[in-house]
């Protein structure tokens, strides 16, 4: 099944059970996949890949507005904030955890011979591949940046 199909069998659920927030989620999430395959040369399918990256992309977005809402004093908008991020996060794969996320980066330093923040770029080009899914860019730049200048 195609996260499209999931996403328009939750919204039929969602519909039925009148849950807004799993409406407006799931709503957003299926405007972003019909504007990912009708855009310049999606040929009008996603790939798993194209799809976790898009969910990914949706969810950041979501992040940083929770964030400027906290600091904005606005519990109201960071609360429809916080339910879209853990309805998008349904379909993403499942995440590591900081210990598994730092194991990964300890390998992959290893791997690449790195030993100075100089070489970040070696090491982030191999992880954000490696890791794609599972850990979200920011994170594993935070901990490449603390692992290389140790």
Do not use: C, H, W, Y
């Not at 011979?113 to 954000?128: C, Q, R, W």
């Amino acid at each position: 099944m195609s996260l499209e199909q999931k996403i328009m069998a939750d919204l039929k659920t969602a519909m039925l059970a009148k849950n807004e927030a799993a409406l407006r989620s799931l709503r957003a999430v299926k405007a972003a996949i019909l504007l990912a395959k009708t855009s310049e040369g999606a040929g009008g399918e996603l790939k798993e890949e194209e799809e976790t990256k898009l969910l990914q992309k949706l969810v950041k977005q979501r992040k940083d507005s929770l964030e400027i809402f906290q600091q904005q004093n606005r519990p109201d908008l960071a609360k429809k904030e916080e339910e879209e991020i853990a309805v998008i996060e349904k379909f993403l794969p499942a995440q590591l955890s900081p210990e598994e996320l730092k194991a990964a980066i300890v390998k992959i330093i290893g791997e690449t011979g790195a030993a100075s923040p100089a070489d970040m770029g070696k090491v982030m080009g191999v992880a954000t591949k490696q890791l794609a899914g599972k850990a979200d860019g920011k994170s594993i730049s935070l901990l490449v940046k603390e692992l290389l200048v140790k």
